[in-house]
């Protein structure tokens, strides 16, 4: 598979994961809000803002953190590249960039939420009705996954967009775990919320029971070996998914990614009210990082460089 | 009422209907139109338009606002070739297309006899923009010089299928043959079944032989790419459609690296060995080390890879010269020399602008005249003497005067029209063809082409970068 590829293929699946996971934290954060006093709903806002490290650019350009600013900066603003429509678009250029090596289907998918945002159909959807506009684009993200599943062959390519999409939803589950412990390290309530923009509440309370200690929802967010969303799990697939494709022999990010997933799976997972566990999640994220890194420079190992994307942090 | 029973020709030659008679090959289509109202045809368009809009068959449109990519135009009402009529263009193209290759082997690794002969003269090769030394003595498969070739067609007054020019290079448009089918099969699924059609299905097997064909040393199973300049590219689409119908890699020149002659694509796996590159990009920018040293999207070092022959390019280098319109008033003579055949399809009448009497005549008669920079594609420098300002007029005859080798004059032709949907109705829009031609170990011709429809009412120009539009091409089997 060619470099340039490899390359693609493995930020569409970020990008569609980035969409996908930002509109599930979106929409739990507009539930939440809506059960807190008037003055207290713009924290829960910011919150969110804080997960993904914009609350400085969001202050840029809007005074309060409403509703209806949130929607225009963070889903639709296609200035902030940290946007959901920022990452659709991102997802579609890589994949006019690559519309050789994938099933149309997925092209097809993938332009069809396109059209949703330049069409200014979602826009006016979530004034009406902003759930519904949320789960709109949800919908249409697992109509992508669907494509990914069902008309990808299991080769290099689906491998490298599978390490995509598991490594950007590590550092999602990471960054949440982060803000959720150093803004409300024992409320309940804020956790159950963490755990629903994972689509994890229902696994949890299944296994757990619905008189679990925060401390278990961390353990699991961090260690659950099966539930899709956790790290260790996410750093398996993109272990494995790296174990098998074809390389040069000389790739540095399947250890990479084996340094940092051993670094959770042997751990103890420290209690929320110590500062150790802002220590071990801040590893994760650099170990994350650091392996993303490793790909790009791994794929490049005999010279030039195709990047279409900053590499900078969120 | 009936779509067409309003149309009335505008005293062209009609495709479909001429003198109020519709011609044979076009009752079964006229009976199936008379049953549809301009409803059905519209929302059958707007099908057709979301259908490509999410498939992404677009192509980008320079210099308009954002360079943003429009959906490919498509006019619902396809355009209907007899079996007889086909099997006069097949032939013409065929001949045409063996001559060309004579002509360049000739110039390329020959004596240039053809120059020795006095036939063409020889100033005149070595000033076309489209002439590479870089080319001289690059050998190539069987001399199947044109690779691809797209050759553009037009009917005059009389009916006559004139060759209005050639294109050697890079020609487009075939992707958009094979989807203006898929999209008359979801559209008007019943409209096909009435006639029996050749297909048009197989382009991707009928290039991959023929690319295959040129691996320079003929390993067993030669790995063949795509060379694209890039996702904004106005052809990206189609780059990217064949690679995909023939199953390999679409690269760019990033891609490629060339390393003691040899050229190798960069993969997850290391460097992979490349014996054949359908190049969809420029001469020019092939290789910054032997033509455009500012260029970014060649690879340096192919030219040595090439002339080492460890790699092919199709079309291979140098093809220009034989497309140079100056040079096109001379294939009907090339035909005559190399084949000893009378050519089959005429050109346009045509005038070269360095001729001191074809020029001052052509001076005379501007109204009369379409004048064409000889190098220039996609319409661009098209100057129409009838329908031009007088500031237009005086612009093109200044340089003409200054650079009259560059220049040639045709006499206007009066395109062919053919039913086209407005909207509201059924009204005649000129039309041409670019049929596709493919050398390798045999020639062969896509069956039909690329219509291309002026979609404004009187208008001349076809090109899709100029808001022309394109019609499904039908060509019937023999009966």
Same mark, same amino acid.
């Given at each position: 598979?060619?470099?340039?590829?490899?390359?693609?293929?493995?930020?569409?699946?970020?990008?569609?994961?980035?969409?996908?996971?930002?509109?599930?934290?979106?929409?739990?954060?507009?539930?939440?809000?809506?059960?807190?006093?008037?003055?207290?709903?713009?924290?829960?806002?910011?919150?969110?803002?804080?997960?993904?490290?914009?609350?400085?650019?969001?202050?840029?350009?809007?005074?309060?953190?409403?509703?209806?600013?949130?929607?225009?900066?963070?889903?639709?603003?296609?200035?902030?590249?940290?946007?959901?429509?920022?990452?659709?678009?991102?997802?579609?250029?890589?994949?006019?960039?690559?519309?050789?090596?994938?099933?149309?289907?997925?092209?097809?998918?993938?332009?069809?939420?396109?059209?949703?945002?330049?069409?200014?159909?979602?826009?006016?959807?979530?004034?009406?009705?902003?759930?519904?506009?949320?789960?709109?684009?949800?919908?249409?993200?697992?109509?992508?996954?669907?494509?990914?599943?069902?008309?990808?062959?299991?080769?290099?390519?689906?491998?490298?967009?599978?390490?995509?999409?598991?490594?950007?939803?590590?550092?999602?589950?990471?960054?949440?775990?982060?803000?959720?412990?150093?803004?409300?390290?024992?409320?309940?309530?804020?956790?159950?919320?963490?755990?629903?923009?994972?689509?994890?509440?229902?696994?949890?309370?299944?296994?757990?029971?619905?008189?679990?200690?925060?401390?278990?929802?961390?353990?699991?967010?961090?260690?659950?070996?099966?539930?899709?969303?956790?790290?260790?799990?996410?750093?398996?697939?993109?272990?494995?998914?790296?174990?098998?494709?074809?390389?040069?022999?000389?790739?540095?990010?399947?250890?990479?990614?084996?340094?940092?997933?051993?670094?959770?799976?042997?751990?103890?997972?420290?209690?929320?009210?110590?500062?150790?566990?802002?220590?071990?999640?801040?590893?994760?994220?650099?170990?994350?990082?650091?392996?993303?890194?490793?790909?790009?420079?791994?794929?490049?190992?005999?010279?030039?460089?195709?990047?279409?994307?900053?590499?900078?942090?969120? | 009422?009936?779509?067409?029973?309003?149309?009335?020709?505008?005293?062209?030659?009609?495709?479909?209907?001429?003198?109020?008679?519709?011609?044979?090959?076009?009752?079964?289509?006229?009976?199936?139109?008379?049953?549809?109202?301009?409803?059905?045809?519209?929302?059958?368009?707007?099908?057709?338009?979301?259908?490509?809009?999410?498939?992404?068959?677009?192509?980008?449109?320079?210099?308009?606002?954002?360079?943003?990519?429009?959906?490919?135009?498509?006019?619902?009402?396809?355009?209907?070739?007899?079996?007889?009529?086909?099997?006069?263009?097949?032939?013409?193209?065929?001949?045409?297309?063996?001559?060309?290759?004579?002509?360049?082997?000739?110039?390329?690794?020959?004596?240039?006899?053809?120059?020795?002969?006095?036939?063409?003269?020889?100033?005149?090769?070595?000033?076309?923009?489209?002439?590479?030394?870089?080319?001289?003595?690059?050998?190539?498969?069987?001399?199947?010089?044109?690779?691809?070739?797209?050759?553009?067609?037009?009917?005059?007054?009389?009916?006559?299928?004139?060759?209005?020019?050639?294109?050697?290079?890079?020609?487009?448009?075939?992707?958009?043959?094979?989807?203006?089918?898929?999209?008359?099969? =979801?559209?008007?699924? +019943?409209? %096909? *079944?009435?006639? &029996?059609?050749?297909?048009?299905?197989?382009? /991707?097997?009928?290039? !991959?032989?023929?690319?295959?064909?040129?691996?320079?040393?003929?390993?067993?199973?030669?790995?063949?790419?795509?060379?694209?300049?890039?996702?904004?590219?106005?052809?990206?689409?189609?780059?990217?459609?064949?690679?995909?119908?023939?199953?390999?890699?679409?690269?760019?020149?990033?891609?490629?690296?060339?390393?003691?002659?040899?050229?190798?694509?960069?993969?997850?796996?290391?460097?992979?060995?490349?014996?054949?590159?359908?190049? =969809?990009?420029?001469? +020019?920018? %092939? *290789?910054?080390? &032997?033509?455009?040293?500012?260029?970014?999207? /060649?690879?340096?070092? !192919?030219?040595?890879?090439?002339?080492?022959?460890?790699?092919?390019?199709?079309?291979?280098?140098?093809?220009?010269?034989?497309?140079?319109?100056?040079?096109?008033?001379?294939?009907?003579?090339?035909?005559?020399?190399?084949?000893?055949?009378?050519?089959?399809?005429?050109?346009?009448?045509?005038?070269?602008?360095?001729?001191?009497?074809?020029?001052?005549?052509?001076?005379?008669?501007?109204?009369?005249?379409?004048?064409?920079?000889?190098?220039?594609?996609?319409?661009?420098?098209?100057?129409?003497?009838?329908?031009?300002?007088?500031?237009?007029?005086?612009?093109?005859?200044?340089?003409?005067?200054?650079?009259?080798?560059?220049?040639?004059?045709?006499?206007?032709?009066?395109?062919?029209?053919?039913?086209?949907?407005?909207?509201?109705?059924?009204?005649?829009?000129?039309?041409?063809?670019?049929?596709?031609?493919?050398?390798?170990?045999?020639?062969?011709?896509?069956?039909?082409?690329?219509?291309?429809?002026?979609?404004?009412?009187?208008?001349?120009?076809?090109?899709?970068?100029?808001?022309?539009?394109?019609?499904?091409?039908?060509?019937?089997?023999?009966?």
């Amino acid at each position: 598979m060619l470099s340039r590829h490899a390359e693609g293929l493995f930020w569409i699946g970020r990008y569609v994961e980035r969409a996908s996971d930002i509109t599930r934290m979106l929409d739990v954060a507009y539930d939440v809000q809506m059960e807190r006093p008037p003055s207290a709903r713009e924290a829960v806002w910011r919150d969110l803002l804080d997960v993904l490290y914009i609350n400085d650019q969001f202050v840029d350009h809007h005074d309060t953190a409403t509703t209806e600013t949130i929607n225009r900066f963070l889903v639709l603003d296609g200035d902030n590249p940290v946007s959901v429509a920022s990452s659709i678009v991102s997802a579609r250029t890589n994949i006019m960039n690559v519309r050789d090596v994938v099933p149309i289907e997925l092209l097809e998918s993938i332009n069809r939420l396109h059209t949703l945002f330049a069409s200014g159909e979602l826009g006016a959807e979530l004034e009406t009705n902003t759930h519904a506009g949320y789960h709109m684009v949800a919908t249409h993200c697992r109509t992508i996954s669907g494509a990914m599943f069902d008309s990808m062959a299991r080769t290099d390519g689906y491998r490298f967009m599978m390490l995509g999409r598991y490594l950007e939803r590590a550092e999602m589950t990471c960054r949440t775990i982060e803000v959720t412990r150093s803004v409300a390290p024992t409320d309940d309530a804020a956790w159950r919320a963490v755990l629903r923009s994972v689509s994890g509440l229902h696994a949890f309370t299944r296994l757990h029971g619905a008189l679990a200690e925060v401390d278990e929802v961390v353990r699991f967010l961090l260690m659950d070996r099966d539930f899709p969303y956790s790290v260790l799990h996410c750093l398996s697939e993109c272990a494995s998914q790296l174990s098998i494709v074809s390389t040069t022999g000389t790739w540095q990010s399947p250890r990479m990614v084996g340094r940092v997933k051993a670094e959770i799976e042997f751990s103890d997972v420290p209690s929320v009210e110590t500062s150790a566990l802002a220590e071990l999640v801040a590893r994760l994220e650099v170990g994350i990082r650091d392996a993303s890194q490793a790909f790009h420079d791994d794929l490049y190992q005999f010279g030039g460089d195709a990047t279409l994307h900053s590499f900078e942090a969120l | 009422m009936s779509l067409l029973t309003e149309y009335r020709p505008d005293g062209t030659f009609g495709e479909m209907i001429d003198a109020g008679q519709v011609r044979d090959h076009y009752r079964l289509l006229a009976d199936r139109l008379a049953q549809f109202t301009a409803e059905d045809i519209r929302q059958r368009m707007q099908l057709t338009e979301s259908t490509f809009r999410n498939l992404g068959i677009t192509f980008a449109v320079y210099g308009s606002e954002g360079g943003v990519d429009r959906t490919w135009p498509i006019d619902l009402i396809p355009r209907i070739i007899s079996a007889s009529d086909w099997a006069i263009i097949e032939s013409g193209l065929i001949q045409r297309t063996r001559a060309l290759n004579a002509f360049l082997e000739d110039i390329y690794v020959g004596e240039h006899a053809i120059v020795q002969d006095g036939v063409i003269p020889e100033w005149l090769i070595k000033s076309s923009d489209g002439f590479k030394r870089q080319a001289f003595g690059i050998n190539v498969r069987s001399g199947a010089r044109c690779v691809v070739a797209g050759i553009d067609i037009v009917r005059d007054g009389n009916g006559v299928y004139r060759v209005l020019e050639d294109n050697l290079r890079v020609p487009s448009g075939i992707s958009y043959v094979i989807e203006n089918r898929a999209a008359m099969k =979801r559209a008007f699924p +019943d409209l %096909l *079944d009435t006639y &029996a059609v050749r297909s048009v299905d197989d382009y /991707g097997s009928m290039l !991959l032989r023929a690319l295959k064909w040129q691996a320079p040393y003929g390993p067993v199973d030669p790995t063949v790419v795509v060379l694209t300049p890039g996702v904004y590219n106005s052809a990206y689409f189609e780059h990217a459609f064949l690679a995909r119908r023939m199953g390999v890699e679409l690269v760019e020149g990033r891609d490629l690296v060339v390393d003691d002659h040899v050229v190798y694509l960069r993969t997850t796996r290391g460097p992979q060995r490349v014996d054949v590159i359908y190049r =969809r990009i420029d001469d +020019d920018f %092939l *290789d910054p080390a &032997a033509f455009d040293r500012h260029s970014a999207l /060649g690879i340096p070092g !192919l030219l040595s890879a090439i002339r080492a022959g460890n790699v092919a390019v199709a079309n291979p280098i140098g093809n220009g010269v034989a497309d140079d319109k100056a040079v096109y008033t001379y294939v009907p003579a090339m035909i005559e020399y190399y084949l000893g055949e009378q050519p089959i399809l005429p050109n346009a009448q045509t005038f070269v602008m360095w001729d001191d009497d074809q020029r001052s005549w052509a001076f005379e008669r501007m109204d009369e005249l379409v004048f064409k920079p000889v190098a220039e594609a996609g319409g661009k420098g098209i100057v129409i003497g009838r329908t031009a300002s007088d500031e237009d007029l005086e612009e093109v005859r200044a340089l003409v005067e200054t650079d009259p080798r560059n220049y040639i004059a045709q006499e206007i032709i009066e395109l062919s029209t053919h039913p086209t949907f407005t909207g509201d109705n059924l009204a005649p829009r000129h039309i041409d063809l670019r049929p596709f031609v493919v050398s390798g170990e045999t020639i062969e011709v896509v069956p039909g082409g690329l219509t291309r429809v002026a979609m404004r009412e009187g208008s001349l120009i076809v090109n899709s970068s100029q808001g022309g539009g394109s019609k499904d091409t039908w060509v019937l089997e023999p009966a």
